[in-house]
C-alpha cells in the first residue's frame, strides 16, 4: 500500500464516520463544529487564546473568529482579559457552555465508541491510537 492509498481510506473513514455522527439527532442547537469547539474548551483548565484554540479545531482562523464571536453571542462561551498580556483575550466555557458540552458529549461519545467498536477489535483499537499519535506528533 502506497502512503497515498493509506491516506485515502484514513480520509474516507473520517468522511464515513462524519457523516454517519452529523445525521444523528443529539446536537440540541450546536452544530458539530460549535460542539468540537466547546469540547476543546471543555479539556483546558484554564481559559485558552484564541491562536491556542485554533491548534485544535479544523478551521481557519477567520472562520474560527466568526464562530467564536458567535459562541460568545449565545452565551455559550465568554472572553477574559488575558493577565500575561494586556492586549490578549482568553476563551473559557460558560456554565450554559459546559452544560451544553456534556448533553452534547455523552450522546455522542456513545455514538463514538459504537461506531469504532463495531468495526475494530480492542487490540485494532490499540493500534489506531498508536497510529494516529504518531502522525500527530510527527507532523506537529
Known amino acids: 500500500m502506497t502512503a497515498n492509498e493509506a491516506w485515502e481510506a484514513l480520509m474516507t473513514a473520517h468522511a464515513v464516520l462524519m457523516k454517519g455522527f452529523a445525521a444523528e439527532d443529539i446536537w440540541q442547537d450546536v452544530s458539530m463544529r460549535e460542539y468540537d469547539v466547546l469540547y476543546t474548551l471543555s479539556k483546558c483548565p484554564e481559559p ?20 467564536v464571536d458567535r459562541l460568545v453571542d449565545r452565551g455559550f462561551i465568554e472572553r477574559h482579559n488575558d493577565p ?4 490578549g483575550v482568553r476563551l473559557a466555557l460558560t456554565e450554559k457552555g459546559r452544560d451544553t458540552q456534556q448533553k452534547v458529549g455523552r ?8 461506531a469504532v467498536t463495531t468495526a475494530l477489535n480492542p487490540e485494532e483499537l490499540r493500534q489506531l491510537e498508536i497510529l494516529c499519535r504518531k502522525l500527530a506528533k510527527g507532523n506537529a
Open 48 to 67: 485558552l487564546r484564541q491562536s491556542e484554540l485554533n491548534r485544535h479545531v479544523l478551521l481557519s482562523q477567520p472562520a474560527l473568529s466568526r464562530l
Open 84 to 87: 500575561a498580556d494586556g492586549r
Open 107 to 114: 450522546p455522542h461519545a456513545r455514538s463514538v465508541a459504537r
